[in-house]
């Protein structure tokens, strides 16, 4: 008993909140603000985060977003999808089959010190990652006519066909005696 009553007084004083700050560390919501003071975005002093949501389920997917006082929006989801890939087990021997990977789509809008408005929208699945907005470069088309290799029509030259005869041994006047030599000595 004596020691249920110690381990239930030790569990209480590990749960008590410290009273203890680590030197140089304030809470965020009492920390001063430094992006007005270094001149970074100055135009609109601190910046605070206005609303926040980020919902995880069970089946892999989730949703978060944020808003910031400078207008500054990120919305992302995934969803958990069945690809084809290359999976290891543990002791490092790829295979090739289902796996599970993430689809991710999201977009973010904010505002450049300038005052010019960006919206960024992307798509990241098996086609990999895909983004729009109207401030990303574009590569320029080239409209032009592949060339085409010369057609050249001539005749594949053929040697001459010459008279052929057989010279050797076993062979006279054009026709073969088999009788007339052989390994032996012998004649037939």
């Known amino acids: 008993m004596n020691l ?29 603000s430094s992006y007005g003071s270094s001149g970074y ?6 910046i605070t985060i206005t609303s926040q949501s980020d919902d995880r389920n069970l089946d892999g997917s989730s949703n978060w977003s944020y808003a910031g006082s400078d207008y500054t929006t990120r919305e992302e989801s995934q969803v958990q999808k069945k690809m084809q890939g290359v999976a290891y ?9 289902d796996v599970l990977g993430n689809t991710n789509r999201g977009s ?5 010190p300038e005052g010019e408005k960006f ?5 990241a699945d098996e086609n990999g990652f895909q983004p729009k907005g109207d401030h990303l470069p574009v590569a320029p088309v080239h409209v032009y006519e592949l060339p085409v290799a010369p057609v050249h029509e001539y005749e594949i030259p053929v040697a001459p066909a010459l008279p052929y005869s057989r010279t050797g041994l076993g062979y006279t006047d054009n026709t073969y005696s088999a009788n007339t030599y052989s390994t032996s000595g012998a004649r037939y």
């Open 4 to 32: 249920f009553v110690i381990a239930a007084v030790l569990a209480v004083a590990a749960a008590a909140p410290s009273s203890y700050v680590t030197p140089g560390y304030a809470p965020s919501g009492y920390a001063p």
């Open 41 to 46: 975005n100055s135009k609109y002093g601190g």
């Open 89 to 97: 087990d543990s002791y490092g021997k790829a295979t090739y089959g």
């Open 108 to 112: 973010s809008y904010w505002v450049s």
């Open 119 to 123: 919206t960024l929208t992307w798509v």
